[in-house]
T-cell receptor
Framework: DQQVKQNSPSLSVQEGRISILNCDYT??????FLWYKKYPAEGPTFLIS?????DKNEDGRFTVFLNKSAKHLSLHIVPSQPGDSAVYFC????????????FGGGTRLMVKP | GAVVSQHPSWVICKSGTSVKIECRSL??????MFWYRQFPKQSLMLMAT?????????EQGVEKDKFLINHASLTLSTLTVTSAHPEDSSFYIC?????????????FGPGTRLTVL
């Protein structure tokens, strides 16, 4: 049973436009959510996170929105740049000891010049 | 800050040999280190969680005798793939949580690509 799902395996966006990556979760105990960016043959790099007490967190071109009632979060990138092309993973934590994360399946974003 | 390294970055070995992968937190002490496996075009699969000085906790379906994890210090964890076979070929990534961190962040290493012939 996948507790964190990213239903779109890929997304193609024109440079300068907005990229919206979606993530759904089922475990109501999750209280912290993170987005990671990953290039091939490299480890994921942390992008942005949000606590369940908030519904929005913004950092430069990246904004994460959390809808707890819908158990849905999204990552907005605006404006999108070709360098943003990568696989994006959302992850969730329930605050248990050890900071264990549950990852979604990832969405491959392609930003076309 | 918060840099995690892995060594080696790429290893090719013969079937039946054992391979050790090191994960180090370079500029911070890690309470917990995690080992993930990623198959091509698939998500990160958590294999095990290790805390310094104690036994690793393995996820369901991961053979603890096959994937030996040692977390000897707050900056080093090792994963040994014993008697490796071609199906063990994968991209192995470690991550570390920082001591005293109030956020559930994990800092990831660059990964190790294992190819078993």
């Amino acid at each position: 049973d996948q507790q964190v799902k990213q239903n779109s395996p890929s997304l193609s966006v024109q440079e300068g436009r907005i990229s919206i990556l979606n993530c759904d979760y089922t475990n109501s105990m999750f209280d912290y959510f993170l987005w990671y960016k990953k290039y091939p043959a490299e480890g994921p790099t942390f992008l942005i996170s949000i606590s369940s007490i908030k519904d929005k967190n913004e950092d430069g071109r990246f904004t994460v929105f959390l809808n707890k009632s819908a158990k849905h979060l999204s990552l907005h990138i605006v404006p999108s740049q070709p360098g943003d092309s990568a696989v994006y993973f959302c992850a969730a934590s329930d605050g248990s000891a050890g900071n264990m994360l549950t990852f979604g399946g990832g969405t491959r974003l392609m930003v076309k010049p | 800050g918060a840099v995690v390294s892995q060594h080696p970055s790429w290893v090719i070995c013969k079937s039946g040999t054992s391979v050790k992968i090191e994960c180090r937190s370079l500029d911070f002490q890690a309470t917990t280190m995690f080992w993930y496996r990623q198959f091509p075009k698939q998500s990160l699969m958590l294999m095990a969680t290790s805390n310094e000085g104690s036994k690793a906790t393995y996820e369901q379906g991961v053979e603890k005798d096959k994937f030996l994890i040692n977390h000897a210090s707050l900056t080093l964890s090792t994963l040994t793939v014993t008697s490796a076979h071609p199906e063990d070929s994968s991209f192995y990534i470690c991550s570390a949580s920082r001591v005293g961190s109030i956020y559930n962040e994990q800092f990831f290493g660059p990964g190790t690509r294992l190819t078993v012939l």
